[in-house]
């Protein structure tokens, strides 16, 4: 069955870094956008990245545009989201998510109900 791990989330001071990690499995992975979503405390659900299925682009919430980056590795099924300049408005709940459709362009990144699996999430939380 389909499956997304998390992992590599934490305590971060505000200005630090953080490199998160999702593990896909039971599925072709190199078929599927992925996407990064958040949830902070007593707030709903944000999109945060995503990268298309063949690595060759990716898209930013404005948020956090030039502060993370996306990437993947579609030998590995894995996706990364490297998190640098954190601020305590990072905090939050983050899941990866897999796209509901195969290899698709162009994407709108936000439409969280084109979104087929989700991960457990990683929590994290920035405070000094």
């Known amino acids: 069955q389909v499956q997304l791990v998390e992992s590599g989330g934490g305590l971060a001071q505000p200005g630090g870094s953080l490199r998160l990690s999702c593990a896909a499995s039971g599925f072709t992975f190199s078929n599927y956008a992925i996407s990064w979503v958040r949830q902070a405390p007593g707030k709903g659900l944000e999109w945060v990245s995503g990268i298309y299925s063949d690595g060759s682009d990716s898209s930013y919430a404005d948020s956090v545009k030039g502060r993370f980056t996306i990437s993947r590795d579609n030998a590995e099924n894995m996706v990364y989201l490297d998190m640098n300049s954190l601020k305590p408005e990072n905090t939050a709940l983050y899941y990866c998510?897999?796209?509901?459709?195969?290899?698709?362009?162009?994407?709108?990144?936000?439409?969280?109900?084109?979104?087929?699996?989700w991960g457990q999430g990683t929590q994290v939380t920035v405070s000094s």
């Open positions: 998510a897999k796209r509901a459709a195969g290899p698709e362009r162009p994407i709108i990144w936000s439409y969280l109900h084109e979104y087929d699996a």
